[in-house]
């Protein structure tokens, strides 16, 4: 197997993505999935290199990479180093970036040998999720979608915030549980929202995405309810549902992470892969 990591492209404001790319190199055209990581989240978070290469071993080129405004750096790959970048993040950039990442796999050298075209899918993990649903809906070279614990309606999801607060002070502060960092949220991020509103209605996109659609979620997701995946299995009506019991947002995995695949992660794998077609 080929593993490259950490290679780097532009993102959509010419801020750096690190790439991760898996692959075994045998010069046979593969199917190809772009992971897109959720909400205070990184490709190198808990069991994702382990996810990689279990995608790699059954014959796909699995990608993976660091949105650009995530938060992490290439110096500090597993750290939330650059808060004021994770402060001005936002769901266009996000989407713009997962572009910038089709663009670059179908068009590298690196790649030009090993990947089925015809076999771009797309998986996306909570928010990430949501990013991989807006995109499939606007993006013709994408052939399957699969999401895992994805947000179902972003519009919906920023008015738990105190909009009156947020925009007379500029910012709000989410606790990441893990580092124990107070992640700034910037104001700009509910404007671009409203900007944007049309380009980011996961509901109206879900309704539009023609794509074979495969929606995983665990039955005691703490973060995203599972309610939320019924939701998404209405809207698009011709998705396949596949409720994980006892499962919650991660599938078993924490970060830092050591040993074997979760076995609720290697059931979101296996049925994977068996919708994807191998």
Not at 91 to 101: A, C, K, P, R
Not at 146 to 151: D, F, G, I, S
Request: charged content about 25%; hydrophobic content about 40%.
């Amino acid at each position: 197997m080929q593993v490259i990591k950490n290679w780097v492209i532009k993102g959509s404001q010419q801020k750096d993505i690190s790439l991760d790319i898996y692959f075994k190199p045998n010069t046979i055209p593969k199917p190809i999935i772009i992971f897109s990581h959720g909400f205070k989240g990184f490709k190198d978070w808990g069991h994702f290199d382990l996810l990689a290469r279990t995608f790699a071993e059954a014959n796909f080129v699995f990608v993976k990479f660091n949105f650009s405004y995530n938060g992490t750096t290439k110096e500090h790959p597993v750290d939330f180093y650059d808060l004021e970048a994770f402060g001005n993040n936002n769901y266009s950039i996000e989407l713009n970036d997962l572009g910038n990442v089709i663009d670059w796999v179908v068009s590298t050298e690196i790649l030009a040998n090993e990947i089925d075209l015809k076999q771009l899918n797309l998986l996306g993990h909570s928010r990430g999720g949501g990013i991989t649903i807006l995109k499939a809906s606007e993006d013709k070279r994408v052939n399957k979608i699969v999401t895992w614990a994805a947000v179902s309606d972003f519009i919906e999801r920023i008015q738990e915030y105190d909009l009156k607060e947020w925009k007379e002070k500029g910012v709000l502060f989410s606790l990441n549980t893990r580092t124990s960092q107070q992640m700034p949220l910037y104001y700009q991020f509910y404007e671009n929202l409203l900007k944007n509103i049309k380009r980011l209605d996961i509901i109206e996109a879900a309704k539009k995405v023609i794509n074979p659609f495969l929606i995983i979620h665990g039955t005691k997701d703490e973060a995203v309810s599972f309610e939320e995946a019924k939701e998404l299995h209405n809207w698009c009506k011709h998705s396949e549902l596949v409720l994980i019991e006892g499962a919650g947002h991660t599938f078993g995995a924490k970060h830092p992470f050591e040993g074997i695949l979760p076995t609720h992660s290697e059931i979101a794998v296996g049925k994977t892969i068996d919708f994807l077609g191998l």
